[in-house]
């Protein structure tokens, strides 16, 4: 086949078991370290921005004021 570089067609790819068990764990891996990341406060720590109840104060008595 002329000009071919060897490479897998993308129909390949995504009609391949491999590609699917491999994206249908790691997609869903990101999401929830993601959420971790920064539901933990890890997030807050690494990049030493201040939690949001430091700017705000604290909700019970944000409806009160009104």
Do not use: K, N, Q
């Not at 921005?49 to 009160?64: A, C, E, K, R």
């Amino acid at each position: 086949m002329s000009g071919s570089t060897g490479e897998r067609s993308f129909a390949d790819i995504i009609t391949s078991i491999r590609y699917w068990v491999i994206h249908s764990i790691t997609i869903p891996s990101l999401f929830i370290a993601g959420w971790l990341f920064v539901s933990t406060g890890l997030a807050y720590d690494v990049f030493g921005s201040l939690i949001g109840v430091f700017f705000y104060g604290s909700y019970s008595g944000l409806g009160s004021s009104l």
